[in-house]
């Protein structure tokens, strides 16, 4: 929100109030958009003090709009010698994920340190039961613990806000166990503040879509195994590079990819040129079948097997 009465130094972090709409306070009385700035202000002050008090501070970083915001934080108000950002590095995470992890944590400054964490290994995981986050993130903290501990890094968190705390995630229980604390959520920042704060701060992901584990894609009880995630991997990667935005999911079903994306661009990718472009980008990935979801994009959504059409030459 660009015409908000306050703008933020990219950076220091700083927060200036701007235009005629405040009393002597500088308190703002009127303000147009979603959010409330002064909100805003107290919130990200807190943040500020819960991360000043614990003195040195370790991320798990996915490069997401929340872990990228809280890295940004972590860096102004502790300094690079007191902050850290390990990413995990895992077939269950699309390829350009790592590589945008990567470059958000080198374009914010903050010092990084890549390590795999190998959840498949765990058969657990791999059974894909409706708890699969549990175990996938018991092996993420796990790894990510001793290696915040052997270079001084007591306090590790993660970037789960405020509104995460109302939606099933089985995957908080692993972070409670392994004493992962989450500052965005202790404060009370939601998903659109932060996404606020870092267009303020002029970060060009502040509007990135979520880009949950590629097992995401699977329906529970069909097992995590490599080769299925590398084809949700390659059937995603190749729909991007048709220039699909928003928000996008190819749904494993065996031989059928089962694609959703927003619904406001759905109408120009069911039919000629468009779809058939969609039909090759799934099956350069191994499926044989495509069917573009008519409901659009649903987080979490896990349909059951519903008439796809074949493809040509399968």
Excluded at 2 to 30: E, F, M, Y
Excluded at 125 to 146: E, H, I
Aim: with cysteine.
């Amino acid at each position: 929100m660009s015409h908000a009465p306050a703008s933020c130094n990219a950076r220091t972090g700083q927060w200036h109030l701007r235009g005629d709409k405040h009393d002597s306070l500088g308190t703002i009385v009127v303000l147009s958009g979603y959010v409330s700035v002064m909100t805003l202000i107290g919130k990200e002050q807190a943040l500020i003090a819960w991360l000043t008090k614990r003195r040195r501070v370790a991320i798990g970083f996915s490069g997401g709009v929340d872990s990228a915001y809280l890295a940004a934080v972590t860096l102004e108000a502790l300094g690079r010698d007191h902050s850290l950002a390990i990413i995990g590095r895992s077939e269950s995470l699309a390829g350009r994920e790592e590589d945008h992890a990567a470059v958000v944590a080198r374009a914010i400054g903050i010092p990084i340190y890549q390590v795999d964490t190998g959840e498949l290994s765990d058969p657990r995981y791999a059974a894909n039961p409706s708890n699969r986050c549990y175990f996938c993130k018991s092996v993420l903290w796990d790894t990510l613990r001793p290696i915040a501990t052997q270079r001084g890094f007591e306090t590790l968190v993660d970037g789960t806000n405020a509104d995460d705390l109302h939606d099933f995630r089985p995957g908080a229980k692993a972070a409670t166990e392994q004493g992962v604390e989450s500052p965005l959520a202790a404060v009370g920042l939601t998903k659109p503040e932060i996404r606020q704060l870092t267009k303020e701060r002029g970060w060009p992901w502040w509007d990135r879509p979520a880009a949950p584990c590629l097992a995401s894609r699977l329906p529970h009880g069909t097992a995590v195994t490599a080769e299925r995630l590398r084809q949700v991997d390659v059937a995603e990667s190749g729909i991007r590079d048709l220039g699909v935005k928003g928000n996008l999911r190819v749904r494993h079903y065996g031989e059928l990819a089962k694609v959703e994306m927003d619904l406001d661009i759905l109408p120009r990718w069911r039919e000629g040129a468009a779809f058939a472009a969609l039909e090759a980008a799934v099956r350069a990935a191994g499926f044989t079948r495509l069917e573009l979801d008519a409901r659009g994009f649903r987080s979490g959504s896990l349909n059951v097997l519903d008439g796809g059409a074949a493809l040509p030459g399968h």
